[in-house]
């Protein structure tokens, strides 16, 4: 079993910055994970994915060079820095893991991981 929580989420003006957390615990910290996001009204999409080490990355053509994923073992911790907000980031953030492997394939595939967290709100204001 792994636990996922996120937080980090909230209210920021448009060009501003904020960074997500995702806590894992119940299993040993060496497995894919991802970011993927749902605004209302629209089916959850993907983020960015890293691998176990967080030295392959992935990200989505619409957060490319604006997000940035990472995690630090020390911490059992995933982030997602977000820069340059703008108001069409406006959706619930969800970390997810792929505890069947190091690397996934299908990274930008939701059906791909097998633990999700709750999601943290975040609200780009224009």
């Known amino acids: 079993q792994v636990q996922l929580v996120e937080s980090g989420g909230g209210l920021v003006q448009a060009g501003g910055s904020l960074r997500l957390s995702c806590a894992a615990s119940g299993r040993t910290f060496s497995y894919a994970m991802a970011w993927f996001r749902q605004a209302p009204g629209k089916e959850r999409e993907f983020v960015a994915a890293c691998n176990w080490s967080g030295t392959d990355t992935y990200y989505a053509d619409s957060v490319k060079g604006r997000f940035t994923i990472s995690r630090d073992y020390t911490k059992n911790t995933m982030y997602l820095q977000m820069n340059s907000l703008k108001p069409e980031d406006t959706a619930v953030y969800y970390c997810?893991?792929?505890?069947?492997?190091?690397?996934?394939?299908?990274?930008?595939?939701?059906?791909?991981?097998?633990?999700w967290g709750q999601g943290t709100q975040v609200t780009v204001s224009s």
């Open positions: 997810a893991a792929d505890t069947f492997r190091g690397t996934s394939f299908k990274r930008a595939e939701s059906t791909t991981y097998d633990y």
